[in-house]
């Protein structure tokens, strides 16, 4: 690794490791933790934990509903979230931001909400080989319901989108394209302004799936031209049960109300109701209030480290965990090289199942991983195998980690011993 970025990015890491309680534990064998699991889920700073409890302890109570002084503070912290969101993500006006439980929850609104009213039989839904099942179920069960036809990008030898396909795939008849920004196994940055813009071209709407690019890149709505864009708070420092889904809001205008209830409405009758206004008309019931506001936490927070930092610190340790991780002998990296690749690793290995191979780096090195098929086993099954192991950074790790990890993977090679060939290095 370059002495000089290097040391940049220690610099960087070191200095915010404070910033996070949870990273001063210590876990199986007394090894310090090596918490490289932030693609499922994130660690959450002090301000984080402290707004979250100081609502409760201070300012807590339904909001939108109340006149009294508790329900106006709730009401006005809430609100002042969503600003944040609208801000974060450079969308026009906060009508455009609702909250909701995460990205899976966003996704199915827009899924059961602008998919219903507008989707018929032949009509096309446009995905990836490399979605998320977040991303995959919830449009498999509307062409269910409409008759529509499911259509997939598929990837290249490297892991990446086959661009040269969308000439053939996209037809006046593809209606939505729904597309994951990075893919959460693979790796892959996706180039999701091209897409959309050629989607756009015949008359389609995008949906992008944020979920793995939001909290680690600036993302600007208005610069993309996405028509929908779904993350979750719980992978951004943020606490878990609370998203957003950005839509422009036109559509969000047009489209019918997915969850019935309280807030949703402006008014009902015995039998009928007409809905409120936007942003209300999509966030039925009571809504996650103090998550919302934690969020808003997290979001000052990681604007004011900045995402550009969080991803030059990212390419940094995902370079190196990849070069290095290239030369063990048995081991296969999913996914391109590290100039088209987030700060994610996965790998499969000959002689040992994945969730085993997890274990060994938690006990005897105190490396957090994950284990499994990410929930993305359709992708899983186009390469040939059911789990894969994956390593995934963010803006407190440090270089010292990606030793661990390296040396952790080098000790179950050593172990297992298997005679595999060394891939070439992708570019």
Known sequence: MNSVIAKHSQLLSTSLRGDFPILSETVHNGHPLAFLDNAASTQRPACVIDTISGVYERDYANVHRGIHTLSERSTELYERARESVRNFLNAKNVSECIFTQGTTASINT???????????????????????????????????????????????????????????????????????????????????????????????????????????????????????????????????????????????????????????????????????????????????????????????????????????????????????????DGLTILGPGPSHRAGLVSFSFEKIHAHEFAQILNDSFGVAVRAGHHCTQPLHALLGITASTRASFYLYNTPEEVDRLVEGVHAVQKKFAPQGRKRKPRK
């Open 110 to 328: 827009v899924a059961r909400s602008w998919g219903d009213a507008n989707l018929a039989a032949g009509d096309e839904i446009l995905l990836t080989v490399m979605e998320h099942h977040s991303n995959l179920v919830p449009w498999q069960q509307l062409a269910e319901r409409s008759g529509a036809v499911l259509k997939h990008i598929p990837l290249t030898d490297d892991g990446r989108l086959d661009m040269s396909s969308l000439d053939t795939l996209l037809s006046e008849r593809t209606k939505l394209v729904a597309i994951v920004s990075v893919s959460n196994t693979l790796g892959t940055i996706n180039p999701v302004k091209e897409i959309i813009e050629k989607a756009h071209a015949v008359g389609a709407l995008v949906l992008v799936d944020a979920a793995q690019s939001v909290p680690h890149m600036p993302i600007d709505v208005q610069e993309l031209d996405c028509d929908f864009l779904a993350f979750s708070g719980h992978k951004m420092c943020g606490p878990s049960g609370v998203g957003a889904l950005y839509g422009k809001e036109a559509l969000l205008e047009a489209m019918p109300p997915f969850l019935g209830g309280g807030s949703m409405i402006n008014e009902v009758r015995l039998d009928s109701f007409t809905p409120a206004e936007l942003p209300a008309k999509f966030e039925a019931g009571t809504p996650p209030i103090v998550p919302a506001i934690a969020m808003k936490a997290a979001i000052d927070y990681l604007t004011h480290i900045g995402l550009e930092k969080i991803h030059a610190h990212e390419q940094v340790l995902i370079t190196e965990a990849y070069n290095r991780l290239q030369e063990v």
